[in-house]
């Protein structure tokens, strides 16, 4: 398969303190991949590096074989890459349908939609997502009314709105039932194939349900890869959760 995002030698420092340290990753096209790691691991500003919020004082991110060092947060956006913080980031006052309109229609007002409809096309997408994430029967509702995880998925939804080859997914499922988790585990691998999915998650329940790769990420490296079982087994992850600082890669 083709690879989509690779990361050479990243390491990012903060007033001498290196928040990443030679990071090395590469995903491939359609591929689900979770990351994990204790508090401080690297894993934000794993993410801040690949959307250009943060500039890496070494190394190289390429998106489909162009760094994307240096660019704008905007364009790395227009680029196909699209980032789901932790908090939902929703217009709480519109409903679930009118927010995934103005993520369909890439920029129009809501005054806009008020007096206009969408094409055939985008309505039908609309539709499309809405039963994708399992909010069809409250695309009326407003978004402020929504339960966390509902907001969740509709604020993902609203992501895979602006069709980007790539996902980047931060904590999901914090603060969600054990229902609303193992749909969510459901709809990011009902994602995956015609998207590349990045997550990044605390929950072990929920990343053993992905049944995806995983990354350990340990003071700003990889530490190690492989299945989840793979990983929980590994005696310098167990070291790492049990709080150990001499642990090597």
């Known amino acids: 398969m083709n690879t989509l995002l690779e990361l050479k030698g990243v390491t990012v420092s903060f007033d001498g303190f290196l928040a990443l340290n030679d990071l090395n990753l590469k995903l491939t096209s359609g591929e689900l991949r979770a990351v994990i790691g204790p508090n401080g691991a690297g894993k934000t500003t794993f993410l801040d590096v690949i959307t250009g919020k943060v500039k890496p004082s070494k190394g190289e991110v390429l998106f489909r074989g162009k760094s994307l060092i240096g660019k704008p947060e905007h364009h790395i956006v227009r680029l196909g890459i699209g980032r789901k913080f932790q908090t939902p980031r929703v217009i709480e006052n519109l409903s679930c349908r009118r927010n995934l309109e103005l993520a369909v229609a890439k920029g129009s007002s809501p005054l806009k939609l008020l007096f206009t409809n969408l094409p055939n096309k985008q309505r039908d997408r609309v539709q499309q997502l809405l039963l994708q994430v399992g909010l069809a029967s409250h695309d009326q509702q407003l978004a402020g009314g929504l339960?966390?995880?509902?907001?969740?998925?509709?604020?993902?939804?609203?992501?895979?709105?602006?069709?980007?080859?790539?996902?980047?997914?931060?904590?999901?499922?914090?603060?969600?039932?054990d229902e609303e988790t193992a749909h969510t585990?459901?709809?990011?691998?009902?994602?995956?194939?015609?998207?590349?999915?990045?997550?990044?998650?605390?929950?072990?329940?929920?990343?053993?349900?992905?049944?995806?790769?995983?990354?350990?990420?340990?003071?700003?490296?990889?530490?190690c890869e492989g299945s989840m079982e793979e990983v929980q087994a590994d005696s310098r992850v167990i070291d790492v959760y049990l709080g150990r600082e001499d642990v090597n890669p």
């Open 147 to 177: 339960s966390h995880g509902q907001k969740q998925w509709l604020e993902i939804a609203m992501l895979v709105a602006q069709d980007p080859d790539l996902l980047l997914v931060d904590e999901p499922v914090a603060g969600l039932s």
């Open 185 to 223: 585990a459901a709809l990011l691998k009902d994602l995956s194939g015609s998207h590349t999915v990045l997550v990044i998650e605390h929950d072990m329940d929920f990343i053993r349900d992905l049944q995806a790769p995983v990354t350990v990420l340990h003071e700003g490296h990889v530490l």
